[in-house]
């Protein structure tokens, strides 16, 4: 069993910075893909960010992609998020997940995570 506490969320203005933490349990993590969704109010869980087992490997959605970097500390057990240039469109509940079957790829289907965080939100005020 995999238990992933996400920390670093906030309220910061448009154009500023945030670097979210996803903290894991479990000896296996550096066996495991990691990747960052978010759910905006009213909308649908959508992917932002992926990395593979190894940090070789990295995906993004187009919407963060340049904006946001993706990063992993195995020796900590961490992942991390940080997004610069902030819109009041990335205002979401940001959740990190853990993919322990294709570990070796860097996915942004949500159906390939067997294990979520509870979230941690973060507001962009304009």
């Known amino acids: 069993q995999v238990q992933l506490v996400e920390s670093g969320g906030g309220l910061v203005q448009a154009g500023g910075s945030l670097r979210l933490s996803c903290a894991a349990s479990?000896?296996?993590?550096?066996?495991?893909?990691m990747g960052w969704f978010r759910q905006a109010p009213g909308n649908e869980r959508e992917f932002a960010a992926a990395?593979?087992?190894?940090?070789?490997?990295?995906y993004y959605a187009d919407s963060v992609k340049g904006r946001f970097t993706i990063s992993r500390d195995n020796a900590k057990n961490t992942v991390f998020l940080q997004m610069n240039s902030l819109k009041p469109e990335d205002t979401a509940v940001y959740y990190c997940?853990?993919?322990?079957?294709?570990?070796?790829?860097?996915?942004?289907?949500?159906?390939?995570?067997?294990?979520w965080g509870r979230g941690t939100q973060v507001t962009v005020s304009s």
């Open positions: 997940a853990a993919n322990s079957r294709t570990y070796y790829i860097a996915s942004g289907r949500e159906s390939d995570y067997d294990y």
């Open positions: 479990g000896r296996t993590f550096s066996y495991k893909a």
């Open positions: 990395i593979n087992w190894s940090g070789g490997t990295t």
